[in-house]
């Protein structure tokens, strides 16, 4: 666990961080995000002590971090700095290796370490341990910097826009690989960002900064649906509902107990879902063949003709999926509801638009924030 | 009168044979050991304190230390050798002591210039990680500011091999003593080949130390240093 505790932080005469108070529990994610200057990366500075904090300290594991040796107090903390800052001297293997020979570890142990961060951070061992930085990408250069800040297995993390210089499809495929390393390691992480998508994808906890003052600290979920004021409301951005996609999956939205029924006989038994009290609930039919198709119950009531209305669902999506996946693909395929696979044995969902829109809806409508939001 | 080109050469080796087999080597001897010795010493002095000079404490102090080396080598080495002559009197310590002197300018400022030219960002990574102070010099600073640092020993190596001809002034010995016998006896061919020669040994000390260099970077170096 870290905790800021009213930490600042002058230059001279500027004052770059005011008084920031911020706690990250054991394993989580906090996100800090805001404007270019708003005190990210001092703050970062601050938390390894590579500047003394003019005001404040920071606790961590509840110990007063003063206390420690301030190189000992590093050395568990591994260090994703803004541009990566690899050492060009440096082979990879040498790079991911500087905080175990720190450490002391014995060479056998540390080339297995090694072996394995390349492959934990999907970069073949063979092939780069014994590159130089220079012979790497950009996104594989980060890939390394991440390696060398996991090396020696701390407990805290500090990501200083760790996947900044590259692409958006690069970056996806390093946020997913990190969420994946971070589901299984647990590490207490401070992750600084521009990106607000970005923050809402890493983050358990996102904290919004703004000229050396932090503005709000909540969940994503939180963030989304009440920003604070209109500074938090403009960083979301317009497209706050479309954030809130980003969110949820799939299985957290969709109908788990929609009623399956045979399209030979689906009039009848349209009827009898009705009869029996059903409304406003997706049906699943299925032919012969076993190809399904689906309706809204409310929609037989109005019209009449089921075979008019029944619209094809022609898309399986995982789970875990995202609803804004879901949505997107809803959207390319002209159809307006996803099936989502059951697990193991479970029958499967089905996940509508409808649905979706009403969720998202009642989330934003909850919020007072919403009368903040352009 | 047309002279053969046989001739030619047979009237080179005679004037020319004598100085390279008799005169030459014991000088060059002196020579080489002037400008080991020297630069031997300009670097102990010049590498440590260029170090100093940027570590936090005394890095408010390198410009005024510069300065003051930059004097070293604004004199011009003629009147820096006349400047010690009434200090040190004559011979060979006095000769080196003058051109360490004139030696130490470019290897301190190339040391500063090095080290200050490493990334802020990779020696931020290296403290950031728990690296003790010296372990960010010498594992970080120094290895990516050695090929700066070592064009300065280069520069400073030549510039000596230069000067030292005018350690003969005082009886330092050396090249030199060929080259001014040759102005007072006006021999030209003492002349040139003195001088020459001295040009061959700034070549090839040059060459050296580029080689010792390759041998001990390897190919650890960043291509765009
Ligand atoms: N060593 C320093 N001396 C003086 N001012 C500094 C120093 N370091 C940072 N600052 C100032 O403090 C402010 C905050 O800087 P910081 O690097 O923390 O910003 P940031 O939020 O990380 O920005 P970015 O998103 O651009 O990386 C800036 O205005 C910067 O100019
Ligand atoms: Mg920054």
Redesign the pocket.
């Known amino acids: 666990m870290i905790r800021l505790d009213g930490v600042g932080?002058d230059?001279?005469d500027?004052t770059?961080?005011r008084e920031l108070s911020l706690e990250i529990p054991e394993g989580k994610t906090c996100v800090?995000v805001?404007?270019?200057?708003?005190?990210?990366?001092?703050?970062?500075?601050i938390v390894n002590r590579l500047?003394e904090p003019t005001r404040g300290t920071v606790y961590i594991d509840g110990e007063d971090y003063k206390k420690k040796k301030v190189e000992i107090l590093r050395r568990d903390i591994g260090y994703v700095i803004?541009e990566v800052g690899l050492f060009p001297h440096r082979t990879i293997a040498e790079n991911i290796s500087t905080t175990p020979k720190l450490a002391g570890w014995d060479d056998k142990k540390i080339k297995k370490r090694v072996d394995e961060l390349l492959d934990l951070v999907e970069l073949d061992p063979d092939e780069n341990r014994n590159k130089f930085p220079r012979q790497l990408s950009g996104g594989q250069r980060q890939r390394v910097g991440l390696a060398r800040a996991m090396a020696a297995d701390p407990p805290v993390m500090l990501m200083?826009?760790p996947f900044a210089a590259v692409d958006p499809i690069t970056r996806e495929n390093l946020q997913n690989m990190f969420l994946r390393l971070q589901r299984k390691m647990k590490k207490t992480i401070v992750f600084?960002t521009?990106d607000i998508n970005e923050a809402i994808k890493m983050g358990d906890q996102i904290a919004i900064?703004k000229q050396?003052e932090l503005v709000q600290a909540d969940t994503p979920e939180e963030l989304l649906a009440n920003p604070k004021n209109q500074f938090v409301a403009d960083f979301i951005g317009v497209d706050r509902a479309i954030k809130i996609l980003d969110l949820f999956s799939t299985d957290e939205v969709m109908w788990t107990e929609a009623p399956v029924i045979k399209k030979q006989s689906m009039q009848d038994e349209a009827r009898k879902l009705i009869e029996s009290g059903e409304k406003g609930i997706p049906v699943i039919v299925e032919d012969e063949q076993g190809k399904k198709f689906w309706f809204d119950l409310d929609e037989l009531e109005k019209e009449g003709s089921l075979e008019d209305i029944i619209r094809p669902l022609e898309i399986t999506l995982d789970p875990t999926n995202s609803i804004k996946l879901a949505m997107a693909r809803m959207l390319e395929h002209n159809n307006d509801a996803v099936l989502i696979k059951g697990e193991e044995d479970e029958e499967p969902g089905i996940l509508t638009l409808r649905g979706i829109r009403n969720y998202v809806y009642r989330i934003c409508e909850s919020s007072p924030g919403e009368k903040v939001g352009k | 009168m047309a002279i053969t080109l046989a001739q030619f050469w047979d009237n080179l080796a005679q004037t020319y044979g004598p100085i390279f087999s008799e005169r030459i080597p014991p000088l060059l001897i002196q020579h080489i050991q002037l400008v080991l010795m020297a630069t031997g010493i300009a670097i102990v002095i010049g590498v440590p304190l260029g170090i100093i000079l940027t570590r936090p404490a005394l890095r408010k102090h390198s410009q005024k230390v510069l300065n003051v080396v930059n004097i070293g080598q604004a004199v011009p080495g003629l009147a820096l050798i006349a400047i010690f002559l009434p200090i040190l009197g004559i011979g060979y310590i006095p000769a080196v002591v003058a051109l360490v002197i004139y030696g130490l300018l470019p290897i301190v400022r190339n040391t500063i210039a090095g080290l200050d030219g490493v990334d802020d960002k990779i020696k931020e990574a290296a403290r950031g990680m728990g690296m003790y102070n010296n372990q960010v010099l010498w594992q970080i600073e120094f290895p990516l500011a050695f090929p700066i640092i070592m064009a300065g020993i280069k520069t400073s190596a030549v510039i000596t091999v230069g000067t030292a001809t005018l350690a003969a002034l005082i009886g330092g010995g050396g090249l030199g003593r060929l080259i001014f016998a040759g102005i007072s006896l006006f021999r030209p061919e003492f002349i040139l080949a003195g001088s020459g020669t001295a040009a061959v040994l700034a070549i090839i000390i040059e060459k050296g130390l580029s080689l010792f260099e390759k041998v001990v970077v390897k190919e650890r170096m960043p291509l765009d240093f």
């Open positions: 932080k230059f001279g500027f770059a961080v800090m805001g404007p270019s200057g708003c005190g990210k990366t001092t703050t970062m500075r500047i803004q200083d826009e600084v521009h900064l050396g």
